[in-house]
């Protein structure tokens, strides 16, 4: 072809090749290869190669991504290369190459084609500055889709009508900070991401299958065909993941509390909310579960999201005005039969009733709320202590519990130390109970400040001991005064002697004596688990057997007739 027919040809091609990477719709990766065709037929191009590297260190090791836009398969030669490095330090070169039998190009031919090798070049570096952009946007920092591209999902799905016969699926990886403390960190990451990918491949690739999203830590989002549910379920029920690249046999099961939504063949999309505020009640009810890890939205979630919403709304106004009571709940000594000290425990009474502790505790638990009414109840029962001592009341230790909550506050120490002192409360009347803990952060915060109320000569209590997963490592290196047996470790009057309930409440109790520890037993209902107990050495009970929490008022009348019988019993 001559130089004047490509001359009158080039202009038109360029022309459309610039409309075809300017336009505001989305550039087609078709569109783009139709106009360099175009343009290498007329440039009597054999070959078109553009090499794209992250960095320059990277184009040194020759490790980059290389296209082929255009290739007539003729035996050629480069006859031109041009290198540009990107402002983000990407680096592009364009290698051009024409078939041995075609003449040089003119000097007016050689600019076109640098001219064209720029053009392709400012394309790529926007098409890759572009997918920065969106990773940066919709991954995370360890590469996970996240909230945002769970959200974008939800919005172009749901305005297509594409969500109605899915599910939304919330999920929690369990004590997955055992498994970094157990494996390492390093390994436990191996294994999110092999977890996370096996289920993503379960899910499906293609936009309808669904999305799968990290919401953050260990937490995770999904939207999955309801025919896929329950692979999906069984899935997340527990599956072994290898950590070990060299040696596979090493794996940790992997489960989680799982939170389901099925999206309705009617649904009407909105918003992204017609969809979270159905599913987040869910993954919050499975969480707080003691019989299941998954829990499908249902109807009645909408009542209790209400409740939710009502005990938040009321709850500032009930500390202010005092609408929490204390209530003592006594501990006995098996051998005696005698008061030994007393668990507070929290009373709410609202328009003349009492709203069941199980109907807020968990709302509260929510957020710091908690920590508020843990802080009153603290002070409202150092304010009684003080009353009962300047009455001339003999006084036992009053247990006080604080939620686990409290391990964020920096300030925990000093907070309790600084209430009771403020009631001018003797430090050996108070005991804090706090519950076991299975994080990392949580259990060296626990450690400094059950070892400072040591020093203060505050006794502390491990609450519940036995539900929760880290107990031996809790007793190993805290220093506790108290052990509080979970009620789930008490014997049933009809249980065997060799049971395996009677078996482990035998040791434990044991362990705990000769680790210097007191130890009580909660939940004692019946006269043979009394004598159960004395056989064990038990030292304390709590329970119904005894005495059910108590107002202050009618405690007060325990104390004084435990005087009484001290003062006749010399």
């Known amino acids: 072809m001559s130089g004047k027919a490509q001359g009158d040809r080039f202009p038109i091609a360029m022309e459309r090749f610039l409309q075809t990477m300017s336009a505001l719709d989305p550039v087609t990766e078709q569109g783009v290869k139709d106009a360099i065709l175009e343009l290498c037929e007329i440039m009597r191009v054999a070959k078109a190669v553009t090499c794209f590297y992250d960095n320059e260190m990277f184009e040194q090791l020759n490790e980059g991504r290389s296209v082929v836009g255009y290739d007539n398969g003729k035996p050629c030669r480069v006859v031109a290369t041009q290198r540009m490095v990107t402002s983000i330090m990407t680096v592009i070169v364009c290698d051009v190459y024409m078939a041995y039998d075609e003449p040089e190009w003119s000097e007016e031919e050689r600019a076109r084609a640098h001219l064209v090798m720029k053009m392709i ?13 969106d990773r940066l946007t919709y991954r995370d920092d360890e590469d ?3 909230t945002r591209s769970y959200l974008r999902y939800m919005e172009r799905m749901g305005r297509a009508g594409k969500l109605r016969g899915m599910a939304a699926v919330h999920f929690n990886l369990k004590h997955f900070s055992l498994v970094n403390r157990q494996i390492g960190r390093g390994a436990g990451d191996i294994v999110m991401h092999s977890f996370f990918n096996g289920l993503a491949l379960l899910i499906g690739e293609a936009e309808e299958d669904g999305i799968l999203c990290r919401q953050g830590g260990d937490n995770f989002v999904a939207i999955v065909r309801q025919e896929k549910l329950d692979a999906v379920l069984n899935y997340l029920k527990g599956t072994a993941i290898a950590y070990d690249a060299l040696h596979t046999e090493e ?46 939205y249902d109807e009645k979630m909408i009542i209790s999201k209400e409740k939710v919403m009502r005990v938040q709304s009321l709850f500032p106004r009930a500390l202010e005005t005092g609408e929490f009571q204390v209530f003592y709940q006594p501990k006995v000594s098996v051998t005696t039969g005698r008061l030994a000290g007393a668990e507070a425990l929290c009373r709410w009474f609202h328009d003349g009733e009492m709203i069941c502790p199980d109907d807020f505790i968990p709302v509260l638990e929510q957020g710091m709320e908690i920590c508020r009414l843990d802080f009153y109840m603290l002070d409202h029962v150092c304010r009684d202590i003080r009353r009962w001592l300047d009455e001339g009341k003999k006084v036992v230790r009053i247990s006080v519990n ?8 920096y300030n925990l120490l000093q907070r309790i130390i600084e209430i009771v002192d403020r009631n001018n409360v003797p430090h050996g009347l108070i005991e804090i109970e706090l519950t076991e803990t299975t994080t990392d952060v949580e259990f060296l915060d626990l450690k400094r400040v059950v070892s400072g109320l040591q020093r203060a000569g505050i006794c502390t209590s491990i609450d519940d001991f036995g539900i929760g997963y880290s107990s031996l490592t809790l007793l190993k290196e805290i220093p506790w005064n108290v052990l509080k047996v979970d009620r789930s470790f008490l014997p049933e009057d009809s249980e065997a002697p060799d049971s395996r309930r009677n078996v482990m409440f035998k040791y434990v109790v044991a362990m705990a004596r000769e680790m210097g520890l007191e130890c009580i037993s909660e939940g004692v209902e019946t006269a043979a688990q009394v004598e159960m107990l004395k056989a064990n050495s038990c030292d304390l009970a709590q329970g119904y057997f005894f005495d059910r929490p108590m107002p202050a008022k009618d405690f007060e009348q325990l104390l004084q007739q435990m005087q009484m019988r001290n003062q006749e019993s010399l």
Do not use: E, W
Request: positive net charge.
């Open 251 to 296: 794996r940790v099961q992997i489960c989680a509390t799982v939170g389901v939504y099925r999206i309705p063949q009617d649904f009407q999309y909105n918003n992204p909310s017609d969809v979270m505020d159905k599913v987040m009640p869910t993954i919050q009810a499975a969480r707080s579960s003691t019989v299941t890890d998954v829990v499908f």
């Open 402 to 409: 604080l939620s686990r909550k409290h391990m964020m506050d």
């Open 144 to 146: 996970y889709p996240n």
């Open 121 to 133: 070049q400012t394309f790529v570096s926007r098409s890759r500055l572009q997918k920065v952009v």
